[in-house]
């Protein structure tokens, strides 16, 4: 079967990808000369059993582990200045990041800082702070354990104020991991709701980078493959999950963050307020808003959709039927339908039309959105 057997690709970063991959790791370390990684993640995934395996196989291999975990599920800069205290007192030779989108851009996040110690948000790709990340960085290796950001293939960290929530996004592509240990068996046990979210989260990659503004064809076709994939498999792996449905989400997740490098769009600039206001799961907001947000920008785009139609493989090949889709989809795997399901108030909803309007992603949206206009898509998702 396909995935039993562990195949290496390059999109740069080589990727070993395949059932018990991450058992590779510290043959890994070991070749490359280090022995005292600064393993990142999040609370949950450091209690888990598959997580404390890779940190035992380590330690018999001879590998000196310590674990950083203390961070937030929406990340934040006081984790990643806590991350490089401990780098800095248990004298560390490599980082390697393991989790979801959270544990990963700490890693990353982590990884910039060790050689750039000017305040963490001078290099904020969105002001031109990419110019000053000069340094080189130590040995980055990641292992993804959800399906969903894709961010083991990413070469950029999103990471808020502590006081503001402000996101920003640090970037460089001597960010990227020199490998990715992408193990689908890692992701077998991961609870549906969770398998639902980070999923949508996936598919939303892939479909706001296909409608970006910017020309990169090569991404439009990493993302309809992806989003061809994700169709495929996120109903099984939520619902009924075995290998080949988590293998297929797994890269369907990776080939969504390489896709994305095109931009996004008007969805994640709704998601991402409803993050840093009420801590939303970023795939979960993503996930709620993106029949909206998608059916915001058929008009004018309708063969953009029509193509997305086909690889959805959906018998009318139009926008709405795409948007009917994502309904049914969301029906399918759990997903509620409607904002106040997620606790959120009309209340909200000018701060996170403001929040929404001043948000990075929406300018390689491919029409203009404007602040009523993320308004009234808010009161519509309501």
Request: glycine share 8%; with cysteine; net charge negative.
């Amino acid at each position: 079967m396909l995935f039993d057997t562990i195949h290496q690709f390059n999109f740069p970063t080589t990727i070993r990808f395949g059932a018990n991959a991450v058992k590779e790791l510290p043959a890994y370390l070991k070749a490359n000369h280090v022995k005292a990684p600064l393993i990142v993640t999040d609370p949950n995934v450091a209690q888990l059993p598959f997580f404390k395996d890779i940190v035992g196989d380590l330690q018999q291999n001879g590998v000196s582990v310590e674990v950083f975990s203390d961070i937030h599920k929406n990340p934040v800069k006081s984790d990643v200045y806590k991350g490089v205290e401990v780098w800095d007192q248990t004298n560390r030779d490599c980082v390697v990041g393991i989790g979801g989108g959270a544990g990963l851009d700490v890693s990353r996040a982590i990884l910039l800082r060790i050689n750039h110690r000017e305040d963490l948000f001078k290099y904020d790709d969105l002001i031109g702070g990419d110019i000053y990340v000069t340094n080189e960085v130590p040995l980055f290796i990641t292992v993804p354990t959800t399906a969903g950001t894709g961010s083991e293939v990413g070469r950029s960290a999103i990471i808020a104020d502590d006081e503001t929530h402000q996101k920003k996004i640090l970037f460089s592509p001597k960010l990227m991991a020199k490998i990715v240990f992408a193990d689908p068996v890692l992701t077998m046990n991961i609870p549906a709701p969770i398998t639902a979210a980070t999923g949508m989260d996936a598919l939303t990659h892939n479909m706001e980078a296909f409608l970006a503004k910017n020309y990169n064809p090569m991404c439009d076709g990493i993302a309809l493959e992806g989003m061809r994939l994700i169709h495929e498999s996120l109903e099984t792996a939520t619902n009924k999950p075995d290998l080949e449905s988590r293998s297929k989400m797994l890269l369907g997740s990776m080939m969504g963050a390489i896709a994305f490098q095109k931009g996004l769009g008007v969805v994640h600039s709704l998601a991402h307020p409803l993050s840093s206001l009420l801590d939303t799961h970023h795939g979960l907001a993503n996930a709620v808003n993106i029949p909206y947000g998608l059916e915001y920008n058929i008009a004018g785009f309708e063969d953009r959709f029509e193509k997305m139609a086909h690889a959805l493989g959906l018998k009318k090949e139009t926008g709405e039927a795409v948007i009917q889709y994502l309904f049914d989809l969301n029906t399918k795997i759990g997903i509620p339908h409607h904002l106040r399901d997620i606790g959120v108030t009309e209340a909200h909803i000018e701060t996170l039309a403001d929040l929404a309007f001043a948000d990075f992603a929406h300018p390689n949206n491919p029409k203009p959105v404007s602040r009523e206009d993320f308004k009234q898509l808010y009161l519509k998702a309501l």
